[in-house]
């Protein structure tokens, strides 16, 4: 789901003529969660369960959320289904992150925040302006 998701919501940007926009929150996404690895390293908050560092954020869970939350968002507005699929599935990498032991639990829910706050912004850029969707409307 690291790269599924993403990559889907990327055909999808494409499709939708706003790729330039996803793909400056992608990296944005990316060199955040970079810079906090790199930045936390050694803290205590960075420990992996298995005792290596950089496990501070979860780069795996946050990439997955970018991806479903830009789907939700903007290509599955009106498909509630589609998208509880598409944040059911980046819950589950979060989780399998935190069950095979690769982080504890509070890495895999600043992932998923900081994936999630970038999927469902847009920064307006070939459009005329800026947003935030979540989607699954009810």
């Known amino acids: 789901m690291k790269y599924g998701l993403p990559l ?68 599955f507005e009106d498909e509630e289904a589609a998208g509880a699929l598409a944040y059911g599935a980046a819950g589950l990498t979060g989780w399998s992150r935190v069950h095979a032991g690769e982080h504890t639990p509070e890495q895999a829910w600043t992932g998923a925040l900081i994936g999630f706050s970038l999927g469902a912004a847009s920064f307006g850029i070939g459009s005329e302006e800026a947003r935030f969707e979540v989607g699954m409307r009810f």
């Not at 793909?23 to 690895?37: D, E, H, N, P, S």
């Not at 420990?47 to 939700?72: C, I, M, N, V, Y």
């Open 8 to 75: 889907a919501a990327a055909v999808c940007a494409a499709d939708q003529d706003r790729l330039e926009d996803f793909a400056v929150r992608g990296i944005l996404q990316t060199a955040l969660v970079w810079g906090m690895k790199e930045y936390f390293d050694g803290s205590p908050i960075s420990q992996r369960p298995s005792g290596e560092g950089k496990g501070f954020p979860s780069g795996h869970t946050a990439a997955a959320f970018f991806g479903a939350s830009d789907l939700a968002g903007k290509c």
